[in-house]
């Protein structure tokens, strides 16, 4: 699959989310908006490829909205678990479109 140098650069800020998120620079609400905004920038994404990330991505903004919804402020171990599998899913994806 052909990738232009736009869509590649918008792919790397999204990895730089992730480990930026994963070192706790990032707030889950920052990260889940970042990766909307950079999803949306992809100029030629494969449409399979961006369906599974948007599921991916869909837990984590259903995982935090859940959270906001009950009034809380700090994550379950479960939720942690959905959001760690998410996140490494999704830079999973990212690394098989850059590779």
Request: glycine letters at 2%; aromatic letters at 12%.
């Amino acid at each position: 699959m052909y990738t232009n140098e736009y869509d590649i650069r918008q792919y790397e800020r999204m990895l730089s989310c992730i480990e930026r998120f994963k070192k706790g620079a990032l707030e889950i609400n920052n990260f889940i908006s970042d990766l909307e905004a950079l999803i949306n920038c992809i100029q030629e994404p494969d449409h399979s490829w961006k369906e599974k990330f948007n599921q991916e991505w869909a837990v984590l903004e259903d995982t935090y909205s859940y959270v906001l919804s009950d009034d809380r402020t700090i994550f379950s171990n479960d939720e942690l678990d959905l959001i760690s599998r998410s996140v490494e899913n999704l830079e999973a994806l990212i690394k098989q479109v850059l590779h």
